[in-house]
C-alpha cells in the first residue's frame, strides 16, 4: 500500500515541468532517428504488396537486387525462426508467405546503403498475384462468416422482456469511423549486432519485452541475446503498442543476416498504408424506456472491422463491451460484439483502446431517448447514473467509488449549463442558416489492464554516494510525462528535489518481462514499483542511521533540510557515503501487481478494474446549414484525476485528448476504396485538428478529491479517459442538427466522424417529412 504523501499535502504538490521539455523546445531531445548513424549502417525498406487479397504465384527480386546501393534483398524463406510479429494469435507475418490478406502488407525486404535507394528498390519487385475477391467491410466479412474469433455476449438481468414490458421502445443505430494515431514520430527502429550473435534494437515502442520476445523468436535466440531499448517516443497513441515490432523485427532480421547495424525509417505514406488504426464500427441498439427516460431495456450490438488479422482485438472488443454503460446502470442489458475479420490492415490499440466506441453507442441512445420525449439530454443521463442499489455493471461488477452524479451536477453549475442552454434555444430561434448545440456528457472508465496478468510492473533505484539517483522502470516515455510523474514519486521518497533524481532510457536488461505502457495504467504501475523500490533503500538508510546515532528506525525522519538521526541533520550524500563505507546496498529492486483484480472472460463476469476514473465536459457548437462546417466555441471540463502527481502535466493530458477525441469524431476520415486500398495515408488526405480547432473558451478543472484505492499517493490514471470527454461534441453538433427541424421528435441520423458532409446528410434527413 502507498504510503500518505508527507511532502505534499492534497492540492499542494507542485507542478515540475516535462523532463524533456527543456531538450524538446531546443531541438535537442534525441529520438531513434537522432542516433548517431555508423559508416557502415543500411537503411531498409519493404515491397508492399498491390493486392488486397491473393495469392503470391511468382516472385522476381531480379531488378531490386540490382537497383543501386541495394546490398540485400530478404523473403519470408530467410526467416531463421517464427515468421511472426503478431501480440496474440501468431498470424502476423513479417514478410507475406504464399499469400497476401491487406493491401500494402510487406512481402519482402530492401536493405540498402541510404534510404532514398531502398525505397527506390523496393518499387521495382515483380509479383504475379491470383487475386481473390476481398472482403472489406462489416457485411461482406458477416455474410463470408470470416471473424478474428466468435462473437462475445455480456448480459444482466433480461433484456427481451424489459424490453417487450417496456412503455416506449426504439431502435437506432450509428457507424463510427476509424482513426489513424498521426504520431509526429513515424515508426523507426535500428538494430546492431553484438557480440556472440546478440541483437541490440533500439525501437520508437511502448512494449519493449514483446519486441524482445518477438525478435528472440524470430531468429531463433534466447531472449537473453536481445536488448530492446526506448528513451522517448515522439507520440504514440496505441500504434506503437504492438504495431512497432514490424519493424523492429526488420531491422534485427537485416542485422542479423548481414553483419552490419540496420535501420527502418518508414516514410509517412507507407506508415499510415501498412500500420493499423482505431476499430471502426457499426452500432445498433433497441431500447425500452419510462416517461422519465430511465432505461428498462437495452439490445446493443458491436460490429468491429478489425482487419486482416487478431493484433489485440480481442481485448479492445472487450474493453467496448466494458464500457457500453459508461456512467448508467442498465438493469436489463444484452452486448453483443462481433469481431469480423476484413482484408484492410490489422485494426490495433488506440487510446481508449475500444473505450469509446462502446461509450459513444450508450451517449447516443440517450440522445435518442431524448428526442423521443421531448427531454433535455442531460436529464435522461442523470436520470441513468449509477447510485445507491443500482451500482452493478453488466460484467457483475459493484461500484465502490462512484462520484460520476456529483461531478456532472457541480460541472453543470460551475458551466451554467442550463442558462447556456436556454440561450441556445434562444440563438435557434431567431437564426435560420447558423444552428447551435450544447451537450454535457460524462465519462466513467475502468483502470487497469483486462488481462490480469498484464498489471504487473518492475522498478530499479540506485542511489549514489553523492546523493544522486538514477530510476529505471519499465514505462515508456511518449510524451505523456510519465517519467517526471515517477521522477516525483522517487524524490519524494528521499526528500530530495527532482533535480536530483536521473531517470534512463526503458531497457530490458535492466527491468525484464515488463507490460506495455497502456491501459493508462503506466504511473500507476510503474510509479508504485518505483516507490517501492525507493522506499527499500531508505528503509535500510533508517536502519543504518539510527543503529549509529542510538535511536529507533521510526525516529528517523527524510526532509526537504536533510536526514534527521537523533539529534544530527545529515545530508542525503553524507548518508550515502557513510551506509556505503558500512557495507549497505544502496540499489534496490520494486515490484509491483495491482490487487483485488479478477476476471472470468469465458463469462464476461468478474472486476476486471481496479478503480475508475470519471469526468464530465460540456461543449457548445455552432453549425452552418448551407456548407456543414461546424466550430467549437465553448468547452468545460470538470475531470477526476484523484491526488494530481502533476497538475500541469494532467492538465496537458486532458486538453491533449479531449482534442485528439475531438478529431476523431470530426475530421478525421478512414476510407478504404473497392480493391482494399486506403484513400487517406498523407497529412493531405487526413485531416487532424489544429490550433485553430481549439475553442477559444477551453476550461479545465480537476476534481478536488482523491482515489478511494491505495494508488501511488492516491492518484488516478489520466492517459485515455479525457478523450471520450470529446463525445459532448458529437452529441452537441447533433443538437445543432436536430435545431433544422425542433417539430420533430427524433434523432438527426448523424455518424462519425461529423464531418461537413455527414452533416449535410443528417440536416437533410432530418429536415425530410
Known sequence: MAERDPLWPAGTRPSNPHDSAHLHVAGLA?????????????????????????????????????????????????????????????????????????????????????????????????????????????????????????????????????????????????????????????????????EDGQIHVVSSTQHPSEIQHIVAHMLEKPSADVTVEVRRMGGAFGGKESQAALFAAAAALAAHHTGRPAKFRCDRDDDMIVTGKRHDFEVSYEAGYDDAGRILALKLNYAARCGATMDLSPGINDRTMFHADNCYFLPNVEIVSERLKTNTVSATAFRGFGGPQGMLGIERVCDHIAARLGLDPLTVRQANLYGPGRDVTPYGMQLEDNIAPQLITRLKETSDYTARREAVAAFNANSPVLKRGIALTPVKFGISFTTTHLNQAGALVHLYTDGSIQVNHGGTEMGQGLYIKVAQIVADVFAVPVSSVRITATRTDKVPNTSATAASSGADLNGMAAHYAALAIRDRLCAFLAGAHGCAPEEVSFTAEGIRAGSELIPLADAARRAHIGRISLSSTGFYATPDIAYDRAAHKGRPFYYFAYGAAVSEVVVDCLTGEHKVLAVDILHDVGRSLNPAIDRGQIEGGFIQGQGWLTTEVVEWDGKGRLLNHSPATYKIPTASDRAKHFRIELWDGENAKPTVHRSKAVGEPPLMLANSVFCAISAAIAATNPARRDLPPLHAPATPEAVLKAIAAHKAT
Open 30 to 194: 534525441r529520438y531513434v532517428d537522432d542516433e548517431a548513424e555508423p559508416a557502415d549502417m543500411l537503411h531498409l525498406a519493404f515491397g508492399l504488396s498491390s493486392e488486397a487479397r491473393a495469392k503470391i504465384v511468382a516472385m522476381d527480386l531480379d531488378a531490386v537486387r540490382a537497383a543501386p546501393g541495394v546490398v540485400a534483398v530478404f523473403t519470408a524463406a530467410d526467416i531463421p525462426g517464427a515468421n511472426d510479429v503478431g501480440p496474440i494469435a501468431h498470424d502476423d507475418r513479417l514478410l507475406a508467405d504464399r499469400e497476401v490478406i491487406s493491401h500494402g502488407q510487406p512481402v519482402f525486404l530492401v536493405a540498402a546503403t541510404s534510404r532514398m535507394a531502398a525505397r527506390k528498390a523496393a518499387r521495382l519487385g515483380a509479383i504475379t498475384y491470383e487475386p481473390l475477391e476481398p472482403r472489406l467491410t462489416v457485411t461482406q466479412a458477416r455474410v463470408a462468416g470470416e471473424r478474428i474469433e466468435a462473437d462475445q455476449h455480456m448480459a444482466a438481468g433480461d433484456a427481451q422482456a424489459a424490453l417487450a414490458a417496456a412503455p416506449h421502445r426504439l431502435s437506432g443505430g450509428l457507424a463510427i469511423g476509424a482513426q489513424d494515431h498521426f504520431y509526429l514520430e513515424g515508426q523507426v527502429a535500428h538494430a546492431r549486432p553484438g
